[in-house]
């Protein structure tokens, strides 16, 4: 985790990405008197940042095709495949940069600090507000708020305040209890996964069944830090996620095989093997039998 208290010597200070980017904004809310937060919407060809800090917390979710964001924090770089939709978070004066290397459609909210500061008061009674910096990660909510926001944006006269702030204020609630230090710490001892969130989750492994995937963008998905979702996937499905994950892309490999119009060797790639014979193996494992003894059976 960064720690976001101050930029590190050397960094621009910034209140938006438009002073960071090397093109203007398709879109602002500066026309709209909103309170407490701000809307970008950017269409940038690839680009290296310089390092900087941003003055409000800022939220990005990917509008366009996916592509592959590179982000340096604290002196190290980290890649991540933001996938349509995905989000990624940056607390207020955390210092960093980024780089992409194709066209990106991203829609910015900046949340200013104050305003997170007011909500964490009331809701854990205190002032220390400390979010999180996940990147690549999946968040129907958000997305729909951020989608909201621009929508009101693009309405005659700039878009209401108050619709603006309500949404600003289900934004801070949200990301203070699913993505703040203090939020995390209350999940503490919770085991099992709410059932809406265990469904984005596999949802989102049978979209996406052909990728390789890691346990933190799972837990981005589910909201949740790497290591309670491992505890809470386990205790509400009885498996491992990894395990999940293969017995899915096994039961996949069996509805393509018995529909007879792909190679084995191409349905264990379209299933995310790495190969026919890890598939086979798993395959056997799994169901007692061979792809090819069940093909025999079905003929």
């Not at 002032?127 to 729909?144: A, K, R, Y």
């Not at 209350?186 to 265990?198: E, Q, R, T, V």
């Not at 096994?250 to 084995?264: D, F, T, Y």
């Amino acid at each position: 985790m960064a720690n976001s208290k101050f930029p590190a010597a050397g960094a621009s200070q910034a209140q938006h990405f438009s002073e960071i980017f090397p093109q203007l904004p398709i879109l602002g809310s500066d026309r709209a008197i909103w309170t407490g937060i701000s809307l970008e919407y950017h269409r940038q060809p690839p680009f290296e940042t310089s390092e900087y800090a941003i003055g409000s917390h800022m939220i990005a979710i990917n509008l366009g095709q996916s592509f592959h964001m590179e982000r340096k924090i604290e002196r190290k770089w980290e890649t991540s495949q933001v996938l349509p939709g995905a989000i990624g978070l940056c607390p207020f004066n955390l210092s960093h940069e980024l780089r992409w290397h194709s066209e990106m459609n991203l829609l910015s909210l900046n949340l200013e600090h104050e305003f997170l500061v007011r909500s964490a008061l009331e809701l854990f009674n205190t002032e220390q507000v400390e979010l999180l910096c996940p990147m690549g990660f999946q968040d129907p909510l958000i997305q729909q708020i951020g989608l909201a926001l621009k929508a009101e944006a693009q309405s005659d006269g700039g878009g209401s305040r108050l619709y603006a702030e309500t949404m600003a204020n289900a934004l801070a609630v949200h990301l203070l209890r699913h993505y703040s230090t203090q939020g995390h710490r209350k999940l503490d001892g919770k085991f099992a996964m709410c059932p809406h969130k265990l469904r984005w989750v596999k949802n989102y492994i049978n979209d996406y069944l052909e990728r390789q995937f890691s346990v933190d963008e799972l837990a981005g998905i589910a909201q949740l830090s790497p290591y309670h979702f491992s505890r809470a996937f386990k205790q509400s499905v009885g498996i491992s996620p990894h395990q999940y994950v293969i017995q899915q892309r096994v039961e996949r490999a069996k509805q393509l095989l018995l529909q007879g119009k792909m190679s084995l060797s191409e349905i264990a790639i379209a299933c995310g093997f790495t190969h026919q014979s890890h598939l086979t193996r798993h395959f056997k494992r799994l169901t007692g039998v061979t792809p090819k003894t069940l093909l025999k059976s079905q003929q």
